[in-house]
């Protein structure tokens, strides 16, 4: 049985581990699918040697990895992130790897150039003729 919480503090509802799988496995064989089509349709689908890697709560999932395989044809992989220095070592798993992949690259473009989001965002307001100000004086004359 698996425990399947929910929202409002409504309680838990339990279900057999195979019915959840029932409903699960074939929207993420969908999920799976209309990907593979839009890379067919991009004509990039041989361009993937190193095979597919998946990320994310849902790579975790029983079964996931070979079902990907199956589907892209292709080998299949959970992506783990980098340990990131000072960082507790549960959080070295597929489910924190975007977000962790996005706060190092942003860190690294703090870095590099010096200047935070905020700091980037106002240099680029300030810009005349800015998409972002032309859109913003838009606004500005409809209220």
Do not use: C, N, W
């Amino acid at each position: 049985m698996i425990l399947i919480p929910q929202v409002g503090g409504l309680p838990p509802i339990k279900m057999p581990k195979k019915e959840l799988s029932k409903v699960i496995e074939p929207r993420m064989a969908e999920i799976f699918s209309r990907l593979q089509s839009d890379l067919e349709k991009a004509q990039v689908q041989g361009s993937f040697g190193g095979g597919v890697v998946l990320v994310g709560g849902g790579a975790l999932l029983s079964g996931v990895t070979e079902l990907a395989s199956e589907i892209f044809r292709l080998p299949a992989r959970l992506g783990f992130p980098e340990a990131i220095g000072g960082l507790d070592r549960s959080y070295i798993s597929p489910q924190y790897t975007t977000v962790l992949g996005l706060l190092k690259s942003e860190a690294r473009k703090v870095r590099e150039t010096g200047a935070t989001p905020k700091a980037r965002k106002d240099r680029a307001r300030r810009k005349e003729g800015g998409a972002s100000s032309k859109l913003r004086d838009f606004f500005r004359t409809l209220f």
